[in-house]
């Protein structure tokens, strides 16, 4: 079986070092490129063009560029790479900018070792993981009281927010819920947007600012 290469940017040398020695020792995965900064990943990707990561665990506050201004770079580059966030930020704008800007995932650092390895396995299965209280903060800003946020969301792309914070992947939402994964993951991309608009930006900006009734 081929194994899922893992990446991570993180400055924290104790976090690197215990999240990275932790996944190696899972044999389904296998450490590709270890980095500080974005500035030194985005170096070795571009001196070693043929080198691939599946998945790159991304810390937010970084020495130099920042994880959400690497995002849409990142992205740009390995348009194929799934971006899970890995930080000590929970705010609620925090958030639904690195979930806008491309991240597939958000776990917490508080998060247990096995939690983040959990994530990834999610990711690998076609999922999207939250930490749950990641999700419940997207959940409150859904479903709030600020602007009549309950009629933005249907009945079942509330069901599947619900299984989301449970950290179920898109197949076992499918199964549960009794609709094709194509539509979980319609209904999920229609989450994440809030709103159809010309962009993802766009639409939570103008959700933030409460033009939307």
Do not use: W
Not at 191 to 202: A, F, P, R
């Amino acid at each position: 079986m081929e194994k899922t290469k893992i990446s991570i940017i993180e400055d924290n040398k104790v976090i690197r070092d215990n999240v990275s020695k932790f996944i190696g020792f899972h044999e389904e995965f296998e450490l590709a490129m270890i980095h500080g900064s974005v500035e030194s990943f985005l170096y070795e990707i571009e001196a070693n063009p043929k080198k691939n990561t599946d998945i790159l665990l991304l810390d937010i506050g970084l020495p130099g560029m920042s994880g959400i201004d690497a995002l849409p770079i990142l992205l740009e580059r390995k348009p194929e790479m799934n971006i899970i966030i890995l930080s000590t930020y929970e705010e609620e704008d925090m958030i639904l900018k690195a979930l806008c800007s491309g991240a597939c995932s958000y776990v917490s650092k508080k998060a247990s070792l096995t939690e983040i390895v959990e994530a990834i396995r999610i990711v690998v299965n076609g999922g999207s993981y939250m930490s749950p209280s990641i999700a419940r903060e997207i959940i409150n800003h859904l479903m709030g009281g600020r602007v009549s946020k309950a009629t933005i969301l249907s009945e079942r792309q509330k069901e599947i927010l619900e299984k989301l914070v449970d950290g179920k992947s898109y197949n076992a939402i499918s199964e549960e819920l009794f609709i094709s994964i194509e539509t979980v993951r319609s209904h999920i991309k229609k989450m994440y947007k809030v709103l159809h608009v010309n962009n993802k930006t766009e639409a939570i900006t103008k959700y933030m600012k409460g033009h939307i009734g």
